[in-house]
């Protein structure tokens, strides 16, 4: 599972990365507002599912005979 998380969350970072590309240059490029925010909502995702993912794939487990 934790293979699974990983590879998804690669996904979605370069997804993120990919809008991270694009927001610039759409906003140099004069693009509409709308384009601009597409951009910035799909970097925001992207990010989110990227941290989400990693954090649940590399979380320590707990040890509940040592507490």
Avoid at 21 to 44: E, K, N, W
Wanted: charged share 15%; hydrophobic share 55%.
């Amino acid at each position: 599972m934790k293979v699974i998380k990983i590879f998804f969350g690669i996904l979605a970072g370069l997804f993120a990365l990919m809008h991270c590309i694009y927001l610039p240059l759409s906003i140099i490029s004069g693009a509409y507002i709308s384009v601009v925010l597409a951009h910035l909502g799909g970097l925001c995702v992207g990010a989110v599912i990227s941290i989400t993912l990693f954090k649940s794939a590399l979380k320590k487990e707990d040890d509940e005979g040592l507490m």
